[in-house]
C-alpha cells in the first residue's frame, strides 16, 4: 500500500511539471524559434520578411507597390532595409551579409551580371520548382539567361536595360537620311555633319560614348564586337574569342574610326554623365547610352535640344546584326531564408504584370515582360518603348561567370589600351594585347571550372 502510494505521489508531481513546462513553452515559443514558426506561414501567424534593396528613385511608387501586396497578403510584413544606390556598394553591402548566412535577409535585388556569382556562391536560391518555364515564356529571353547558372535559375527580371542609339533627328532630317543601320553609315554621316559644323565654327562631335576604364567601356565594346558575329568568350566552351578576327576589327575599328574621328579623344575620359552632356548640350550627333537618357535629353530644363531628339536600335557591322548589352535588375530570394514562400510570394508579386505596368505608366521603367510593350495604357503613357523592343529582343548578357567583377578587371584594361595606346604597329600589337589578355582570361575561366568540379 505504501509503495502504491509512492508510485501515484510520484506520478502526479510528473503530470504537474510536465504541466508547468508545457505552460511555460507556450508563453516562451520554445521548441521553435520565432522564425522558425512562421517560416511558411502557420494558421494565424505574421510573417515578416527582409527585402534588401537600394534606396529607391521612385519612392512614390514603391510605397503604392507595398500597400498593395500587404493588401493582398495582410499575414505578411515586408520590412526593407535601404542600401547605396551605387551598384557596386549595394553588391559588397549584401555580399557581406549573404556570406555570413544571414538570416535576415529573405529577398534582395541583383545587378545582371550578379545572378552566376550568387548561384556558384549557394547565396540565392533556385527557383526553378516556382518559377515555371511558362511563367519565363512572358519575359525577355535575354533576362532569363542573364538569370540561369548551371541549367538553374535564380532569378527574376525586374527591369530591363539596353544600349541605345540616340540621334538628333534635325540634322539627320535636313539631310533626307535615316538613322544609320551599319557602324560605316554612322561614320559617314557623322563626317559630313561635323564638316558643316565646322564651316559655320561650332564644335561639334559626331559620337558620344562611354570609354573610361571602367564596366560601362566593356558593354560598348561587347556592342561593337557581337554586332560584328564576335564574342568575347565562347559561352560552350569558356574559351577567349577576342584574337578572332571578328572581335580584332570590332576593336580596330573604333580605335582607327571612331576615336579621335569622331568622337572626342577626351571621350576615353567619358562615362555615363559625362558622354551624356555632350549630347544634350548641343555638340554631338550620336549619342549611345541606356534608355533613360531618353527624358533626360527631351527635358527643356536639362537639355538644349528637347523634342530633337530620336532613338534608334545600335548599328551593326555589314553583315551582322544589332546587338545592345543588356542591364536591369532582378528579384533572388535568399538561400538561408527561413521564409522562403513568403520570399517568394513578395518577389513574384514585384515582378508580375500589374506592377510592372504601374512602374512604366508611372516610372518610365522598361518592363521585363514582352506583353506590355503591346499595351495598348503603356504604350500611350511610354511611346518612346516601341522603340527599345526591337533591342530588348535582340539584347546580349554580359559573359555569365562567377568570377565576373574579375573577368571585367581583365576587360577593362584590355578594351582601354586597345583603344589608347601609342603603337608603332597598331595590327600587330592589337593582336599581341588580345594573347595575353586571353591567356589570363582562360587561367580564370579555368579556376571557375575547377570551382564547380
Sequence with gaps: MRKRFRGNAWGRIVSLLWAALLALCLLSGCGDTPQDKNAQGTPGSRIVITFVT????????????????????PSIEVRRQIGPHSSTAFHDLLTQKLKNRSAEVDVFLMDVIWPPEFASAGWALALDGRFSRKERDKFFPAGIAANTYGGKIYGVPLNIDTGMLFYRRDLLDAHGWQPPQTWPDLVRQAKAIMAGEKKAGRYFQGYSGQFKQYEGLV???LEFILSGGGQIIDQHTGRC?????????????????IMGQIAPRGSLMYQEPESLALFVQDRALFLRSWPYAWAV?????????AGKVGMAPLPHFPGGQSRATLGGWQVGVSAFSKKSDAAW?????????????????RGGRAPTRMDLYRDP????????FAAMHKSFVG?????????????????????????????????????SLALSTCRQIDEL??????GEK
Excluded at 521612385?58 to 500587404?70: A, D, T
Excluded at 513574384?348 to 510592372?356: A, D, G
Design 54 to 73: 537600394w534606396k529607391p528613385n521612385l519612392p512614390g511608387i514603391w510605397q503604392e507597390v507595398l500597400r498593395r501586396f500587404h493588401a493582398q497578403h
Design 219 to 221: 558593354c560598348d565594346m
Design 241 to 257: 574569342q577576342l584574337t578572332e578576327p571578328a572581335a580584332l576589327e570590332a576593336v580596330r575599328f573604333v580605335r582607327k574610326e
Design 297 to 305: 535629353s527631351n527635358d527643356p530644363r536639362k537639355s538644349k535640344i
Design 345 to 361: 510570394a513578395f518577389a513574384k508579386f514585384i515582378t508580375s504584370r500589374p506592377v510592372q505596368k504601374m512602374f512604366a505608366i
Design 377 to 384: 495604357e503603356v504604350l500611350a503613357a511610354q511611346p518612346h
Design 395 to 431: 539584347a546580349a548578357p554580359r559573359p555569365r561567370s562567377p568570377l565576373y567583377p574579375a573577368l571585367s578587371r581583365l576587360l577593362q584594361v584590355y578594351f582601354s589600351r586597345a583603344l589608347s595606346e601609342h603603337w608603332a604597329d597598331p595590327q600587330a600589337d592589337l593582336k
Design 445 to 450: 575561366q579555368a579556376l571557375t571550372r575547377e
